[in-house]
């Protein structure tokens, strides 16, 4: 046997080298291709193991389609007699990976599979054994890859999201009691088009397929899902607290899970039958599982304030956009078998309305568990229940929430301690300080409840430098971006970089979001 002829490519002709090229693997034609040498034979040394489990699967798979024939086309049974992957593993010519704005990473491998499978179906038709072999598979599949969410449980995203870029391309030989009918004419082209358009039909992008990996709501942070309405109407027969005189009675409303600081209404000054209607908003992010705690205290002028009562309300008692009327008897606290709860504390009347985001109505259609006992229902409510009619309306209130990701190549003349600092309706908000960084990563959400869509409005965000030591010149700008949230409002979202202003080179990472309700 003569060795091969080895030439250079220059010396070829046109019709040569038109051949050679769709060998060439990805990387040699396209730079954002990269050589994954390491994982092929990472895959080789795995081969043996994994074909064993890719025939598992194959065979439970296989085996519930299988049985939906049997009974037809006078099918008694269909079953695999041998299922062997072969000894050649597949191979990945190059791999791409993108990097976008949103939290995920994406890659898209060429694969290509000449394998030496042998693989044998057994049909019995009519009490006749039929044998179906299926050798010598080529596949050459260039899918796309998403790994999203990125969570901070391992392995650190949530799912695996398949879709196919291009129609694969299938070949296989077909032996039927030992006959190779691929060689029909006619026969073999049906086949691969019908397998083609079928894969493409399902997996063909933008169509996917999607893997779940973990559990996203146990790993990831809730969003919010909704604005809680609180009016605290009035008070009734409150606790004496103080000895000489009455008591100066005020409401601390906190929800559970949210971590912000508790709000307040205004002291009512020496009376145990306080009038308030006053009104306050809270985000819910789990309204299965959240409660609103209310607490009365009795202010005073010097020292701690003296708690009156207190009562918990669980946000699963509340029908999505009802109005429901709460008359709570206060306790001392949350332990039933203190015998100290027995003593009367007074009545606080609160309202309460739980109006879910449009995009997650869907979820609370149902409502959730009935009301406890203490609940008068209104037929009458101040916010309005009907959809519109007109679903591209922009009016009504919503949640502007502002994400700051991160920043990239922002540097200071004298120091690198980045914070950013976000301006909104008079609203000062910031991330916290980063040390010794040019590429600071926050991920820092801050909430804003609206009553109308901020149309023509601007987000201010700079982000700033600050000295940890002793130093004159404590603080620097490290560039600014104003954005206009008019594309928000109509889009529902953006997710952008932006170049700094007054920066050379430093960009900011920042994912807005409006939503209606």
């Known amino acids: 046997m003569q060795d091969p002829v080895c030439r250079p490519v220059y010396d070829l002709d046109e019709y040569a080298l038109l051949d050679l090229l769709p060998e060439i693997p990805p990387w040699v034609k396209n730079p954002n291709y990269h050589r994954v040498d390491w994982l092929n034979k990472f895959i080789a040394d795995l081969w043996p193991y994994l074909e064993k489990e890719i025939a598992g699967t194959i065979r439970s798979v296989a085996q519930p389609i299988f049985d939906e024939y049997i009974g037809k086309f006078q099918i008694e049974s269909i079953e695999f007699e041998r299922i062997d992957m072969g000894t050649l593993p597949p191979i990945l010519n190059g791999l791409e990976v993108f990097e976008t704005n949103d939290n995920e990473l994406i890659m898209e491998p060429s694969i290509k599979w000449a394998g030496n499978p042998n693989i044998i179906l057994v049909l019995k038709v009519l009490?006749?054994?039929?044998?179906?072999?299926?050798?010598?598979?080529?596949?050459?599949?260039?899918?796309?890859?998403?790994?999203?969410?990125?969570?901070?449980?391992?392995?650190?995203?949530?799912?695996?999201?398949?879709?196919?870029?291009?129609?694969?391309?299938?070949?296989?030989?077909?032996?039927?009691?030992?006959?190779?009918?691929?060689?029909?004419?006619?026969?073999?082209?049906?086949?691969?088009?019908?397998?083609?358009?079928q894969v493409a039909s399902l997996y063909l992008w933008p169509r996917t397929l999607e893997i779940p990996i973990l559990d996203v709501s146990t790993v990831a942070v809730n969003k919010p899902v909704g604005i809680l309405h609180v009016n605290v109407v009035h008070a009734v027969k409150l606790l004496k607290k103080d000895i000489i005189g009455s008591s100066d009675p005020y409401v601390k409303l906190s929800l559970t899970g949210d971590g912000l600081p508790a709000k307040?209404?205004?002291?009512?000054?020496?009376?145990?039958?306080?009038?308030?209607?006053?009104?306050?908003?809270?985000?819910?992010?789990?309204?299965?599982?959240?409660?609103?705690?209310?607490?009365?205290?009795?202010?005073?002028?010097?020292?701690?304030?003296?708690?009156?009562?207190?009562?918990?309300?669980?946000?699963?008692?509340?029908t999505p956009h009802e109005l429901q009327e709460f008359k709570l008897d206060l306790l001392k606290d949350t332990n039933i078998s203190n015998c100290t709860n027995k003593k009367q504390r007074g009545q606080l009347v609160v309202e309460l309305t739980f109006v879910p985001f449009k995009e997650d109505i869907s979820r609370f259609s149902g409502g959730f568990s009935g009301p406890i006992d203490s609940v008068h229902r209104r037929n009458e409510s101040g916010i309005d229940m009907s959809m519109s009619s007109d679903e591209g309306t922009l009016g009504g209130a919503g949640l502007l929430s502002v994400i700051i990701q991160g920043a990239e190549n922002v540097e200071g003349k004298s120091h690198n301690n980045p914070y950013a600092i976000l301006l909104f309706r008079g609203e000062h908000k910031k991330t916290h300080m980063l040390r010794k960084t040019r590429d600071p990563r926050w991920s820092e959400e801050f909430p804003f409840m609206l009553d109308e869509p901020p149309l023509?409005?601007?987000?201010?965000?700079?982000?700033?430098?600050?000295?940890?030591?002793?130093?004159?010149?404590?603080?620097?700008?490290?560039?600014?971006?104003?954005?206009?949230?008019?594309?928000?409002?109509?889009?529902?979202?953006?997710?952008?970089?932006?170049?700094l202003i007054n920066s050379k080179n430093g960009v900011i990472h920042v994912e807005i979001s409006w939503k209606i309700i």
Request: overall charge positive.
């Open 264 to 318: 307040k209404t205004t002291i009512k000054k020496k009376n145990l039958n306080p009038e308030w209607n006053e009104k306050f908003k809270f985000l819910v992010k789990d309204p299965k599982t959240q409660l609103l705690q209310l607490q009365v205290f009795d202010w005073d002028k010097v020292g701690g304030h003296d708690r009156i009562g207190m009562q918990l309300v669980p946000l699963k008692q509340l």
């Open 456 to 499: 023509s409005e601007k987000v201010h965000i700079e982000v700033v430098s600050k000295r940890t030591g002793i130093s004159f010149r404590r603080k620097e700008s490290l560039g600014y971006v104003e954005i206009n949230l008019r594309d928000v409002v109509h889009n529902g979202r953006i997710n952008h970089k932006y170049h």
């Open 127 to 197: 009490s006749l054994r039929i044998t179906v072999q299926l050798v010598d598979i080529q596949v050459f599949l260039a899918p796309r890859i998403a790994f999203k969410p990125l969570v901070p449980s391992f392995p650190c995203f949530a799912n695996i999201v398949v879709s196919l870029m291009e129609k694969p391309h299938v070949d296989f030989g077909m032996k039927i009691l030992g006959a190779d009918i691929m060689s029909i004419p006619g026969l073999y082209r049906f086949v691969q088009e019908t397998i083609k358009k």
